[in-house]
């Protein structure tokens, strides 16, 4: 009996130490998105105060244009040019890195006044849950979804002269 049951409790095991060491993996991936996205700028005006007059924008910095072209431009390449067809699993883990990798990007090289960094600071939350749906089969429409408003919402509130309205309507 024994020579049964010990395999599959080494089987057991090995799964157990895989499936914490997988889990712990993702929550250290997660937290430190998370964290850099909590960077020093314990001044920020409330979110209310961070809002411009209706039809004004921020300004933007060479930074903020480069990190948001990154996610948009990832975005771009990761989903399906067919908006039936689901996000492969993929395409989601490659999306999440770079999300993760633009906001890290963005947030150490944030050169925004205060006003315009909190306001950015909404975006970047948006998009760093945004990417951490993705690695959630059930929640990756809602995911990809809170990112493309995001991006949307980027150009609205800030002045990119690069952009124009809606160039992420095709995503939809």
């Known amino acids: 009996m024994k020579q049964y049951l010990q395999p599959i409790a080494w089987g057991v095991a090995m799964a157990s130490i895989?499936?914490?060491?997988?889990?712990?993996?993702?929550?250290?991936?997660v937290s430190t998105a998370h964290a850099a996205t909590s960077h020093d700028h314990s001044q920020h005006a409330p979110a209310a105060a961070a809002q411009t007059r209706p039809?004004?924008?921020?300004?933007?910095?060479?930074?903020?244009?480069?990190?948001?072209?990154?996610?948009?431009?990832?975005?771009?390449?990761?989903?399906?040019?067919?908006?039936?067809?689901?996000?492969?699993?993929?395409?989601?883990?490659?999306?999440?890195?770079?999300?993760?990798?633009?906001?890290?990007?963005?947030?150490?090289?944030?050169?925004?006044?205060?006003?315009?960094?909190?306001?950015?600071?909404?975006?970047?939350?948006?998009?760093?849950?945004?990417?951490?749906?993705?690695?959630?089969?059930?929640?990756?429409e809602q995911g990809l979804q809170r990112i493309f408003d995001a991006l949307e919402r980027y150009p609205q509130t800030f002045a990119e002269p690069v952009w124009r309205e809606g160039s992420v309507a095709h995503l939809h």
């Open 18 to 29: 895989v499936a914490l060491a997988s889990n712990f993996a993702l929550s250290m991936v």
């Open 55 to 140: 039809g004004e924008r921020w300004a933007t910095d060479e930074a903020l244009r480069e990190g948001m072209t990154r996610v948009h431009e990832s975005v771009q390449r990761s989903t399906p040019s067919d908006p039936r067809q689901p996000l492969s699993d993929e395409s989601a883990a490659a999306l999440q890195r770079d999300i993760e990798a633009a906001t890290s990007y963005l947030i150490a090289n944030c050169q925004l006044p205060e006003a315009a960094d909190a306001a950015l600071h909404g975006l970047l939350i948006d998009l760093l849950k945004g990417a951490e749906a993705l690695s959630e089969t059930d929640q990756r």
